[in-house]
């Protein structure tokens, strides 16, 4: 039994096969990082939208917010892969970034919400315009109350890359289902060691970003304090 696990960690730990599953890995990367990018952007401006509500435009907000949030992720990575000319890739970031603004959106809308009534009074008796409490003093504060969520989402963009696969896009476990489709691949013990090597550079990147989600937290709860 041990010889099998020895023979199935000495086929996958090979220089060719690390290779392949850090190109996914850097695929994996990319889509995450380039979709909360996007969807910072457009999630701030819905959250802006739907917290200030708009005539018409906050109602938009709204409603695209609450139909996104209520559509698995899955169907947007199809939809945007089969009814859309984008190749994979785009076609992954783009359906992420549909999803993901709508999350980030009430991410933002609800650090906007935190900020107590007080500070825009505060911020009329000096004088400041609704714009200008917005900026100088409502936002930064909101900021530092959406950092830790706002990572957290992070974190879950990277798990979510892991739904492209169904559609070809070349990411981290789609990488690991072409090297467990591999013909040199045979045993049970060759597959679990694939998928335990994926599962722990997850958690790896995963676990560093939940470190910063909860020192951010922490920052913010000292600077309350004082």
């Known amino acids: 039994m041990l010889d099998l696990w020895a023979q199935a ?15 996914g890995l850097l695929g994996t990367l990319y889509i995450a990082s380039v979709s909360i990018l996007l969807s910072l952007v457009f999630g701030t401006v819905l959250g802006l939208l739907r917290y200030r509500r708009p005539p018409v435009f906050g109602a938009l907000a709204a409603g695209y917010i609450e139909v996104v949030r209520n559509i698995p992720l ?12 984008l190749p994979p890739l785009e076609s992954g970031i783009a359906a992420m970034t549909v999803f993901t603004s709508a999350v ?3 991410i933002v809308r ?24 917005m900026w100088h003093v409502v936002i930064p504060q909101a900021i530092r109350r959406i950092r830790s ?11 979510d890359t892991s739904f492209c696969a169904a559609v070809g896009t070349y990411e ?12 040199t691949i045979v045993t049970a013990q060759d597959i679990i060691v694939i998928y335990l090597l994926v599962a722990l550079v997850y958690y ?3 676990a560093l970003f939940a470190g910063l989600a909860r020192r951010s937290r922490g920052s913010d709860a000292k600077g309350a304090v004082r």
């Open 74 to 85: 899955t169907l947007f990575i199809i939809a945007m892969r089969f009814m859309t000319k």
């Open 104 to 106: 980030v959106a009430e």
């Open 204 to 206: 790896i990147i995963n």
């Open 149 to 159: 969520p706002l990572i957290s989402q992070f974190v879950t963009a990277i798990k």
């Open 110 to 133: 609800g650090g906007l919400n935190s900020v107590q009534k007080g500070q825009w009074e505060a911020a009329y008796s000096q004088g400041f315009s609704t714009l200008q409490a």
């Open 172 to 183: 981290l476990s789609f990488t690991s289902k072409i090297v467990a489709s591999h013909r």
């Open 9 to 23: 960690i000495q086929k996958v730990f090979t220089i060719k096969i690390l290779s392949f599953l850090g190109q």
